[in-house]
């Protein structure tokens, strides 16, 4: 299959699993994850219907904005953040997917404030709970999604996870109700202070089905549109 035809059938996948459980497609959106691919690979994905990509290194996001490789799509930053490359990220990526932590979230503010902009940012929750994981617990969520909302220079937008490598079909399901659950609750919450929560991201190639069966907003894919990557780049 070409990269068109791939491109094609994970939305037409997406579709298809939005209208089973009474979804309309146009909620959710398809992030290319496009970790190692050339600045090439990615014109050649958003010629074929990509609107988002999704970076996780700053060093490639950086070669490839040189390159102008995203014109044309929206671009998130959805890979671990250290807080001395926050100058890289913040202001040049719609969305910054993955804040894990408060530390991450003052490095994002303090360079947003120097800026004079406003960062779109979600909360990155280790909803599997596993150590080698970055994020915050679920109980962390509610204080620092406060902590967040009161950041002049940021805007929480939801939440994103990376739940544990599944085990066999529905593996993942029950984490994905857990993040729904979470998303409910904090889109809730939020509304009393004017903050709108309406991104939901999680799901990837193996499972962004069930992910968007249980209610994601954005499912981020790599292999299913561009191949197997080596082995030292799996997430
Ligand atoms: C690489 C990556 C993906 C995509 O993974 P695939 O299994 O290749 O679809 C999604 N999210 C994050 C954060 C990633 O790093």
Known sequence: MSLEEKVAQVKANIAAAAREVGRDPSEITLVAATKVQTSDTIRQAIAAGVTICGENRVQEMTAHLADDAYAGAAL????????????????????????????????????AAKLDLVQDILLEINIGGEESKSGISPDELPALAQKAAACPNVRLRGLMAIPPVAEGPDGNRPFFQKMRQLYVDIRDKMSDNGTTIDCLSMGMSGDY???VREGATLVRVGTALFGPRPPMHQV
């Open 76 to 111: 998130h930053f959805i890979g671990h953040l250290q807080t001395n490359k926050v100058k890289q990220v913040v202001g040049r990526v719609d969305l910054i997917e993955s804040v894990g932590s408060e530390h991450l979230l003052d490095a994002i503010q303090a360079q």
């Open 209 to 211: 089905e069930d992910a």
